[in-house]
């Protein structure tokens, strides 16, 4: 099975490259909790810890989502957990990367398989009392897969996997399994973990896991426990002679995994080294690799001094001891950088594997000096890479990445590099090409073009044809710009009139020069521009170029959803001895009987009976339903959405819950009871609107 996009958000790396970089250069990404965070609990704080813990490997903006993007109201978005919110985000992005199109209909056939165990928003949301309709699927864990196969269009397998620590890398064994037995035809991969409450950390505090300092040091003799991480990643996977048939840049191959579990040991914390040994070996032979074929493995390398002597003690024993003298196995721990994401551990360590396959090194482990007594390296046959010394693999030693989790679950997987890249086999367009940047919004479209003119381009190795074909391949948006070029400084200065506020970006002399086509490139995108078509664009690119991976995907918008939160735990109030009745809102009685809030509101009905034209009825009408909609989808705050009275309430984001709720309000503002037909036979607000004018027409003009 091959990958062919990756999509990451981790401790200090907003994507893959920085996510690569950090790892080169010996980032340490674990720091405090960020301000906001943890300061409210789900219950009361515990007698112990006396001191709370505070380090971790955290995400910036976790309550940050572009809700508009998925077409998802505020109000759904402010009651869904924000795991959900940040799955969506990265499948669409892994999308983007694979150069897939997310909405083609070739892709109807994908599964999508999620490894997840936290429940923190689902504990917050139901301890705030603040319960909504839409908290319903918006708390539920099935709705990690749910959301993204709902968004997509997928008819595959969609699944979360909940093994504890190895859930996201049971997800990929998952995953491969469905695809072998044609469940699928493709698979988007992921493993999502965020640290939301104190009490958590806790309970995993007073369990004994914690380093005090908040360091993991996987192998090493200081090795006291691991900090706490969080994140998300996903990778899409697709059979590896589908992948070449279709084009697919391939970061590396999966060839076999397998999984199990440590029933019978002497705990139920307590891993066992045979059981580990026995799953790595179940994994060669899935992959068809010999012991001393693998060069590296990614442990589960959590830095306790229970558990990392047993891995050592597996690894020697099914890896380490089939190797030449002199030849160690290399062994090494994403955990040292970001933290231990628990459920998404495994699909972080894979996306590490994945990254040091495709650029051909091994990236470092923090924090290690020396093994203790307990943890023989030597004698394993075992050598950690560290920091200082450039590490690369054979061209034919495969990579193994491991996960562990706490239920005995113990998950490996087999990688290998990827195939030698095929010669172009179609003709590859001479003179320009065109780029086609698209977004939601046309800020979205200048912030793109700004990742892209920051982008450090692999120029040895792709052209900017290949970029103009891996860019058709996304999918359209409202707002398009498209810049015309034949190298990469064209194409970069065509970039920069792009952020400057431009749509169309042609070199100053580019038909001036009179070479051929070079006018129906400009035309080809000019088209796009304004019609955001890219059939034409990729019939002109031809056939022979090839996807170019990691190049800046969509920049979603940064609006905030915190969602509900508890109150703060304190002791409630004594009782008064008899409750007072509600008091109901003031308010007085007209002469001709109708009610006014002494706030100065009047009733919708008031204003519409005065109003004499009936034009201007007809606004008000329409306007109390933009209002009472907006209400009902949560879309009141500072700054609405703009109401387009012609779209459908579908369009608009209502469900069919919604507009009971909206049928209730109209009721209580004007005592007309519409049918609920109605609001599905005048599916728009202009619709509704008439209808509803004429009712008021009929019984109270």
């Not at 690369?392 to 290998?416: D, K, P």
Request: aromatic share 6%; net charge negative; hydrophobic share 40%.
């Amino acid at each position: 099975m091959a990958v062919i996009g990756l999509s990451c958000r981790l401790p200090g790396a907003r994507d893959p490259g920085e996510f690569w970089r950090n790892l080169l250069s010996a980032t340490d990404s674990v720091g405090t909790a960020p301000p906001g965070r943890w300061a409210d609990r789900a219950g009361p704080a515990p007698a112990e810890p006396q001191v709370p813990v505070r380090h971790g490997g955290f995400l910036e903006g976790v309550d940050d989502f572009d809700a508009r993007f998925f077409g998802i109201v505020r109000r759904e978005a402010e009651h869904m957990d924000p795991q959900q919110r940040l799955l969506l985000e990265l499948a669409w992005q892994a999308l983007e990367d694979a150069a897939v199109p997310a909405h083609d209909r070739r892709v109807a056939r994908w599964g999508v398989y999620v490894g997840a165990s936290a429940d923190d928003f689902r504990m917050r949301y139901f301890a705030s009392g603040c319960l909504d309709r839409t908290g319903h699927l918006g708390s539920s864990r099935a709705l990690l897969a749910g959301r993204i196969s709902h968004h997509l269009g997928l008819r595959g397998p969609s699944e979360v996997v909940d093994t504890g620590q190895s859930s996201s890398l049971c997800a990929v064994h998952r995953a491969v399994a469905g695809l072998r037995l044609g469940e699928c035809d493709a698979a988007l991969v992921a493993g999502v973990n965020l640290n939301l409450l104190p009490d958590v950390t806790d309970q995993v505090h007073l369990w004994g896991g914690l380093s005090p300092d908040g360091r993991c040091r996987a192998l090493d003799e200081r090795a006291d426990g691991y900090v706490r991480g969080e994140g998300g990643g996903v990778v899409v996977l697709k059979p590896l002679h589908a992948a070449v048939r279709d084009g697919d840049h391939v970061y590396c191959v999966v060839r076999g995994s397998a999984t199990n579990n440590d029933g019978g040991r002497a705990g139920l914390g307590v891993p066992s080294a045979e059981a580990q040994r026995e799953v790595i070996e179940a994994a060669h032979r899935a992959a068809g690799v010999t012991d001393a074929s693998v060069g590296y493995v990614e442990l589960h390398g959590t830095g306790t001094p229970v558990g990392d002597p047993v891995e050592a003690e597996a690894l020697g024993a099914a890896i380490g001891r089939h190797r030449p003298p002199g030849a160690p196995l290399l062994v090494g721990s994403v955990k040292s950088n970001i933290g231990h994401l628990e459920a998404a551990a495994g699909i972080a360590g894979l996306i590490k594997a994945c990254l040091a396959l495709h650029h051909g090194r091994l990236p470092p482990t923090l924090h290690h000096r020396r093994s203790s007594r307990n943890v023989p390296l030597a004698d394993l046959n075992l050598r950690v890479v560290v920091p200082g010394r450039e590490e690369r693999l054979g061209a034919e030693e495969a990579v193994g990445v491991s996960s562990f989790g706490m239920g005995g679950t113990n998950v490996h997987v087999v990688l290998a590099g990827p195939p030698p890249a095929a010669p172009p086999a179609g003709r590859v367009p001479a003179g320009g090409t065109v780029w086609c940047l698209a977004g939601r919004t046309r800020d979205a479209v200048r912030a793109l073009a700004r990742a892209f003119l920051d982008h450090p381009f692999p120029v040895e190795r792709h052209t900017v044809h290949d970029v103009a074909w891996s860019l058709a391949q996304r999918a359209g948006g409202e707002h398009r710009a498209a810049m015309v070029g034949g190298g990469w400084d064209e194409m970069r200065d065509g970039l920069r009139k792009i952020v400057a506020g431009h749509d169309l970006a042609i070199p100053g002399d580019w038909l001036r020069a009179g070479e051929d086509g070079r006018a129906a490139w400009v035309a080809v995108a000019a088209a796009y521009a304004a019609y955001g078509d890219t059939a034409e664009v990729a019939r002109r690119l031809g056939t022979g170029l090839r996807k170019v991976p990691g190049l800046p995907t969509y920049p979603f918008a940064r609006d905030t959803f915190r969602g509900p939160w508890p109150a703060r735990i304190a002791a409630p109030p004594p009782a008064p001895a008899s409750a007072p009745a509600p008091v109901p809102p003031p308010e007085e009685v007209r002469e001709d009987g109708e009610k006014v809030r002494e706030d100065g509101a009047r009733p919708l009905l008031d204003d519409w009976e005065r109003a004499a034209d009936p034009a201007e009825r007809l606004w008000l009408v329409r306007s109390f339903l933009v209002g009472a909609l907006l209400d009902v989808l949560g879309e009141t705050g500072d700054e609405p959405p703009d109401v387009d009275a012609d779209s459908t309430f579908e369009d608009l984001g209502a469900d069919s819950m919604s507009l009971l709720e909206l049928q209730d309000r109209v009721k209580a503002a004007t005592a007309v009871e519409l049918p609920e037909s109605a609001l599905f036979d005048h599916p728009t607000i202009n619709d509704l609107a008439a209808r509803l004018n004429t009712e008021l027409e009929a019984f109270r003009g």
